[in-house]
């Protein structure tokens, strides 16, 4: 089981990037749950996420501004960010949820870094 974050770096308020997250080995992007971030000292949490039949949910503090999607032909997830904010900097994870031999497990990504200079 593998996932590969990427896009992350350094960009100034009100810019852009998109993230990517790549499924691989035995996973594929149907398995990605979604985008979470966490600070240094606080608690990993919910950035974007897929519910039930590919609806999406957003933070309320990224509505508007953050949208997640999915490519299954590439076995991707991306998180176009926009408008970003000095609070939006944090290392930004994906994760997956897959059954092996019955049990369910879930695998976080190894993250990647975003920043956001004021």
């Known amino acids: 089981v593998q996932l590969q974050a990427s896009g992350g770096g350094l960009v100034e308020a009100g810019g852009s990037l998109r993230l990517s997250c790549a499924a691989s080995?035995?996973?594929?992007?149907?398995?990605?749950t979604g985008w979470y971030r966490q600070l240094p000292g606080e608690e990993r949490e919910s950035v974007a996420t897929?519910?039930?039949?590919?609806?999406?949910i957003a933070a309320d503090s990224v509505k508007g501004r953050f949208t997640i999607s999915r490519d299954n032909a590439k076995n991707t997830v991306y998180l176009q960010m926009t408008r970003l904010r000095p609070e939006d900097t944090a290392n930004y994870y994906c994760k997956a949820l897959y059954y092996y031999r019955g049990v369910l497990y879930d695998y976080w990504g190894p993250g990647t870094k975003v920043t956001v200079s004021s």
């Open positions: 897929f519910g039930t039949g590919d609806k999406t």
């Open positions: 080995r035995g996973i594929s992007s149907q398995n990605i």
